[in-house]
């Protein structure tokens, strides 16, 4: 341990040092904006490792972006003054994709399956269009692209979703988004909301993988957690049910967990 991390709970309010300090069930740090939320949460980690409560790969760690997962990363390891590169720390889609990368045959993927980006979406979609005789001038493929979007962000997969008579063209999207799923896992794509939703497919139908995971997570850190949407609180509720710690920050929360 280097000797920056020997004072760090001395720079802590009381609440905050509570929080930092309570290593089992759940935590909430609720505070506003610029209270330093994301360094209770820094130090939370830095606290379970320092202390040797757990080993790097026993936490999970979500934060909204890479870049606040690089710093917070980047922060610890130089006050625990050895490399923690390899820990589960990042944001929902990457901490998903990394999940997937070793669980891929259980989705219907092949190994090393590539993530389209928003323009080859929109090709995608616009060539099924074509196929399908919808005119896209009428129907914009970004509409589709955006409600399937907001479909998967719901936890809906293609064979789940039920028509809808008050849903903008209900028999369309629901056309277009079985073809386009069933076209990306012929050519071995995802789309950005299949890393979670794939990985809630995974948990539901792999109860060996959902037992390892949950058994290998200890403890879960979540920063922003007011912002997280309704498939990521499932991909958390899934992990959280194994040991059952958890430390949340945020503001203007409603408690799940």
């Known amino acids: 341990m280097s000797e920056n991390s020997n004072n760090y709970l001395q720079s802590l309010n009381k609440s905050q040092r509570e929080a930092v300090e309570n290593n089992s069930g759940a935590t909430l740090v609720l505070a506003g904006a610029g209270s330093g939320k994301t360094r209770v949460l820094t130090f939370k980690l830095l606290h379970l490792l320092a202390e040797k409560v757990l080993t790097p790969n026993q936490i999970l760690a979500v934060t909204f972006t890479n870049k606040a997962a690089s710093e917070m990363k980047s922060r610890v390891s130089k006050m625990l003054n050895f490399p923690i590169d390899n820990m589960w720390l990042g944001t929902f889609h990457s901490l998903s ?48 692209l955006n409600s399937i979007d907001h479909l998967k962000n719901k936890g809906v997969f293609y064979n789940e979703i039920k028509p809808n008579k008050y849903r903008r063209y209900d028999e369309e999207l629901r056309k277009i988004y079985k073809i386009y799923q069933q076209e990306l896992i012929r050519i071995n794509c995802v789309d950005f909301g299949d890393l979670i939703l794939l990985c809630i497919k995974l948990f539901n139908i792999n109860d060996k993988v959902k037992k390892y995971y949950q058994n290998l997570f200890h403890f879960i850190l979540v920063d922003e957690y007011q912002d997280i949407n309704f498939i990521q609180q499932k991909w958390l509720e899934h992990l959280y049910k194994g040991h059952r710690n958890i430390c949340r920050s945020g503001s203007n929360l409603e408690i799940y967990l």
């Open 97 to 144: 994709l990394k999940i997937l990368r070793k669980n891929y045959e259980t989705v219907g993927l092949k190994k090393n399956f590539i993530i389209i980006d928003t323009d080859d979406q929109l090709k995608l979609i616009k060539k099924i269009c074509e196929q399908e005789n919808i005119d896209t001038k009428e129907i914009s493929a970004k509409f589709f």
